[in-house]
């Protein structure tokens, strides 16, 4: 993730915008290099009985990379302990 100033961000947003539209990118935007904000893309689907933060989590492609990653719980192990 690349943390950019606020002055570039808005000399920068169009930009901006069509990177994270385009390639899924994320830009924190922040003063004195720190963080406040984040340019995510928008959900792909929205689902208006659940809140923003969910509806982003659940179909936003912010958790891709997750994909690729070992499983480290199967299925019959979280049965054993919760059901």
Do not use: C, H, W
């Not at 000399?11 to 720190?34: P, Y």
């Amino acid at each position: 993730m690349k943390t950019i100033t606020t002055t570039n961000a808005r000399k920068q947003i169009a930009q901006l915008i069509n990177a994270v539209r385009d390639t899924g990118d994320v830009f924190a935007i922040g003063r004195r290099n720190r963080p406040e904000v984040l340019l995510i893309k928008f959900p792909a689907e929205y689902n208006s009985e659940l809140n923003d933060i969910t509806n982003v989590n659940t179909y936003s492609e912010s958790f891709s990379f997750l994909e690729n990653e070992p499983e480290t719980y199967s299925v019959n192990d979280l049965k054993k302990r919760y059901v």
